[in-house]
């Protein structure tokens, strides 16, 4: 059974940090792609990053491009997710995703965990 399960959110000040992790299970990790999206109240959901895992190359999506670093695990099956300089606007609830082989940002991704709520106080 496929596993994607998101920790690691929760309250911060803005101007802070927090690193998601998203444990993966169930599916051969080193040749999906993993990717972080957020769905912010009221708002289309938005990809924000991903990781092929093949090669470890990385995408960024334009928003978070300069405050954000998506990393794997391999010994883990986890992909982290670094947040910096962090605003209420950043305020939202932040899923994984995953898909086997190479993708970018706009693929369907197939697996999907419940999400971890990152809330951001001004």
């Known amino acids: 059974e496929v596993q994607l399960v998101e920790s690691g959110g929760g309250l911060v000040q803005a101007g802070g940090s927090l690193r998601l992790s998203c444990a993966a299970s169930?599916?051969?990790?080193?040749?999906?792609?993993v990717a972080w999206f957020r769905q912010a109240p009221g708002k289309e959901r938005e990809a924000i990053s991903c990781i092929r895992n093949s090669d470890g190359s990385t995408v960024y999506g334009d928003s978070v491009k300069g405050r954000v670093t998506i990393s794997s695990d391999y010994s883990k099956n986890t992909v982290y997710l670094e947040i910096n300089s962090l605003s209420p606007e950043d305020t939202a609830v932040y899923y994984c995703?995953?898909?086997?082989?190479?993708?970018?940002?706009?693929?369907?991704?197939?697996?999907w965990g419940l999400g971890t709520q990152v809330t951001v106080s001004a």
């Open positions: 169930g599916f051969p990790f080193d040749v999906y792609t």
């Open positions: 995703a995953a898909s086997s082989g190479d993708w970018d940002l706009s693929a369907w991704y197939i697996y």
